[in-house]
């Protein structure tokens, strides 16, 4: 028999749920042949076989909530198909993992600095470390710990909060709703916005840009950029580039506030939000200041499509210091995006639409778009996020700015 467990899902992700099975018990598999969708907080995965064989059980069934290294279900090695074995057979397997119960927390001092890992970890998942016993030098927490007390949490049942029930409908409503249980994905989403918005002083500031200049330079060079390659230009390259130049400008839009301490950041990891059937993600392209414009729209359009296919990896989302979003597409002409928290910044992009404006004293149609800064308050002034979007304006209105570094 050759077990089929739930692989490391990227660091602090401790579960995942079991989105669906491709295959039956008695359904005969192929080595790396997808058995079973798993959804995580931030992607959705495929578990391929470990082994040729016939899947005897299933472990765990679809909607179950499972930890890193639980078993997921057995394959009987070899062609030859044996009578599957009943799956609640497997179900002392799963719940015998979290039979140790947490040793009580450690006595510490209040003031005992805690690792940057360990702060990271406590605000990426809201364990708070005061209750985590630590095995460290004088009692003091770890990372291991850390990741301990999140396992031993993810494998505790979820409580049902009561305050988030609603009433209930009149029966004649209730046969016509549908209850869906929200995935782990939109339950993520839903839960960092919130704490975005209960956390930072958020505000945003707006300004429009005549999308002249980059339309004309699009125009005429689109056919031969693709040509020499590969992908089509868009947009979005000239927006990244355009942050970028800004961003140096005006530093405290790409930073994060740590505590006490503001970190600035002398690397610009640019977010793109990219809406999915399952929901909002925000894959990052690196290092965008050395990165030519053909390699960042490669780069956003291979994100694009992996999203839409939900083959994202973890770290592909992690790491970002300034986001843009582009409602444009879905027609949106003027928002407010919320932060993608610990990040200081969010650019909203809007649907280009023309509208009479007044040039040298005469009025002409332009092709205008609102752009919208969302800032935290705490670590931007007004001054600094006015100033910051009067440069996007400026490079987008001027793209050999972008080209000059100016």
């Known amino acids: 028999m050759t077990d089929i467990r739930v692989p490391t899902l990227g660091e602090s992700v401790t ?3 079991i989105g669906k099975w491709f295959k039956k018990a008695g359904d005969a598999v192929a080595v790396d042949e997808p058995l079973v969708e798993l959804e995580t907080d931030k992607v959705t995965i495929e578990v391929p076989a470990p082994a040729a064989g016939v899947l005897s059980e299933i472990a765990a069934k679809d909607g179950e909530t499972v930890a890193v290294g639980a078993l997921l279900g057995q394959i009987k090695d070899g062609a030859g198909g044996g009578a599957a074995k009943p799956a609640a057979a497997a179900a002392p397997a799963v719940k015998a993992a979290p039979a140790a119960t947490p040793a009580p927390a450690a006595a510490k001092s209040a003031d005992t600095p805690l690792a940057p890992s360990v702060r990271k970890i406590s605000a990426e998942t809201g364990v708070d470390p005061s209750g985590v016993a630590g095995s460290g030098k004088d009692g003091r927490v770890t990372k291991g710990d850390m990741m301990a007390a999140i396992e031993r949490a993810a494998s505790q049942p979820t409580p049902v909060v009561a305050a988030q029930m609603r009433a209930p409908s009149p029966a004649d409503d209730a046969s016509r709703e549908e209850r869906v249980k929200m995935t ?29 200049a980059v339309m004309a330079l699009r125009n005429q060079y689109k056919d031969l950029f693709e040509k020499k390659h590969g992908v089509k230009l868009g947009f979005m390259g000239f927006f990244v580039r355009a942050c970028v130049q800004a961003l140096k400008d005006i530093p405290a839009v790409n930073a994060e506030i740590d505590g006490t301490d503001l970190i600035y950041k002398n690397y610009y990891h640019i977010g793109v939000a990219v809406g ?4 909002l993600v925000v894959p990052v392209v690196r290092d965008c200041d050395h990165k030519s414009l ?19 990896k973890i770290e592909e989302m992690q790491g970002g210091t300034f986001t843009i ?40 149609i332009r092709p205008m778009m609102y752009l919208a800064l969302s800032y935290d308050h705490r670590i931007v002034d007004g001054r600094e996020a006015v100033t910051f979007l009067v440069r996007v304006k400026e490079n987008l209105e001027d793209p050999a700015r972008i080209v000059l570094d100016l």
């Open 276 to 279: 999915t059937e399952r929901g």
């Open 294 to 312: 053909s390699e960042i729209e490669k780069t956003i359009n291979d994100f694009g499509k992996r999203a839409r296919d939900g083959h994202l």
């Open 15 to 17: 579960e995942a749920t």
């Open 325 to 364: 979003s582009n409602g444009g597409v879905y027609g949106s002409l003027m928002s407010t995006p919320i932060l993608n928290a610990p990040q200081s910044g969010i650019l909203g992009m809007h649907k280009i639409q023309e509208r009479p404006m007044a040039v040298g004293g005469k009025i002409e």
């Open 184 to 212: 782990r994905l939109r339950q993520t989403i839903a839960r960092r916005l919130k704490d975005a918005q209960n956390t930072a002083a958020m505000l945003t500031t707006f300004n429009e840009v005549d999308m002249t």
